[in-house]
């Protein structure tokens, strides 16, 4: 199985979610953190802060064709989409983003990579926002969570990435 990145810093969930991806899109690559980090950070114009929707939007996109994947932003939130596209071998990036609280410094905001290993299990990578989490494996609840979380914040707090690597 392919050894994936772990968050290094604070920030960086946005460039890992990416790097994670090439790695997942080509197993057979090893794709170091150490030069790819700085180049994706640069491209997703990751700061302290953090990464910015936007920019992370854009560089997903950019960073596709050699990375070997295709990317597709939903528009609308669909379970059963986002269940048939990981049946098929694909992927997907979450992005939740939580929205501003009184008392709460600096919300947080994250990216992870998720793909389903076989009917029974999703793998959630870089899960946690804290640096040097470990990869995580979920179970299919996962998307009823997803979707409770969807229920319970009628605003645009999560975006999803629908990611299928190229042969």
Known sequence: ????????????????AILNLMKWANPEDSFSYKFWYPHIADMCKTDRKGTD????????KLIGPKGNY?????????LD???????KGGALILGH???????????????SL???K?????????????PGATVNIWPVGVIAAIQNRTLKNT???????????RS
């Open 155 to 165: 605003d645009n707090d999560m975006e999803v990435f629908l990611v299928t690597a």
């Open 1 to 16: 199985m392919t050894t994936f990145a772990r968050q290094r810093n604070e920030s960086g969930c946005g460039p890992v």
């Open 81 to 87: 989409k986002i269940y048939k596209h990981l049946l």
């Open 118 to 130: 076989d009917e029974e299990e999703i793998y959630g990578v870089n899960v946690l926002r804290k």
């Open 97 to 111: 983003f939580e929205l501003p609280q009184e008392g709460v410094k600096d919300p947080e905001d994250h990216y």
């Open 53 to 60: 929707p936007k920019d992370f939007s854009t560089a997903l």
């Open 70 to 78: 295709s990317v597709r932003k939903m528009k609308k939130l669909d």
């Open 114 to 116: 998720w793909f389903l």
